[in-house]
């Protein structure tokens, strides 16, 4: 799993934890998960291209997650952050000798879709259940302001 795909499920799980009482910045989720904020926004951006997390404007604005988000497949979700390449690639510059006999891509594609289909029965919300919730609210929260 790439980088880029645990940030923005850590961000997913924030947000959910959060229940979307309190809106949070993107700088919030980035500071609380101690990650870099334009390595957040890039997660947010994608997050609410798919339509699970949406961006308040205004007083009292900020991030929250759609209530798809929050019954996502998980298996869905990392799908289409992870796109739909391949755990090895055999189409590089130099032809690999072994491609018209190999097992090895098949095995490792099953073993993708095997992944997948482990987390297919989770949602965010199941993520977020306790104990995880109450720790991912307390991160990055600040006596008597936002969290």
Same mark, same amino acid.
């Given at each position: ?53 949406? +961006?308040?404007?205004?007083?009292? /604005?900020? *991030? ?7 019954? %996502? #497949? @998980?298996?869905? =979700? ?21 491609? +018209?006999?190999?097992?090895?891509? /098949?095995? *490792? ?7 997948? %289909? #482990? @987390?297919?029965? =989770? ?25």
């Amino acid at each position: 799993m790439t980088k880029f795909t645990d940030l923005s499920l850590r961000a997913v799980m924030r947000l959910a934890a959060s229940g979307g009482d309190e809106p949070l910045t993107t700088r919030e989720v980035a500071e609380g998960m101690d990650v870099p904020y334009t390595h957040m926004a890039k997660a947010v951006t994608r997050l609410r291209e798919l339509g699970v997390v949406e +961006a308040r404007r205004g007083r009292g /604005g900020g *991030l929250v997650l759609t209530p798809f988000g929050m019954r %996502a #497949s @998980l298996g869905w =979700l990392v799908r289409e952050l992870e796109g739909e390449d391949e755990v090895v690639e055999c189409e590089g510059g130099t032809p690999c000798p072994l491609r +018209a006999a190999c097992r090895l891509r /098949g095995a *490792l594609r099953e073993a993708q879709q095997a992944f997948y %289909a #482990s @987390l297919d029965g =989770l949602t965010v919300a199941d993520l977020v259940a306790s104990p995880t919730g109450p720790v991912l609210v307390s991160l990055g929260a600040r006596p008597g302001g936002r969290s």
